[in-house]
């Protein structure tokens, strides 16, 4: 997988005067000779969003929250993190077993 650019997450730190980093991943897959590119980034508004795209259309979308997270005491970046990796290789495995389904045709762009 590779890793998006930083993200700040400045909630995340709420009061520990500093900004946490959480990064986001993009992952090209390829099924039956088609290539679908996963990415999944955190967002400021405390959400995970998963998007996956077949030529440069958008197939499908996940989103999920670590609101849970902020709200928890001692809970760090490395909580968020791992919960924006498990979504992008939750989508990933999904996408992999057929559960997301593909209209088919030609994509046509987002």
Do not use: C, W
Not at 47 to 57: D, K, N, P, S
Request: no cysteine.
């Amino acid at each position: 997988m590779q890793r998006l650019s930083n993200i700040s997450l400045a909630k995340l730190a709420r009061g520990s005067g500093r900004t946490a980093m959480v990064m986001g991943f993009n992952t090209d897959i390829k099924i039956d000779g088609i290539t679908y590119h996963v990415q999944t980034e955190p967002r400021r508004d405390a959400g995970i969003e998963t998007t996956v795209y077949r030529q440069g259309a958008v197939i499908h979308k996940a989103q999920s929250s670590y609101r849970d997270l902020l709200e928890s005491r001692g809970t760090g970046e490395e909580a968020v993190q791992r919960r924006v990796e498990d979504q992008h290789r939750s989508v990933i495995g999904r996408l992999r077993a057929g559960e997301i389904k593909i209209a088919l045709g030609p994509a046509s762009p987002a």
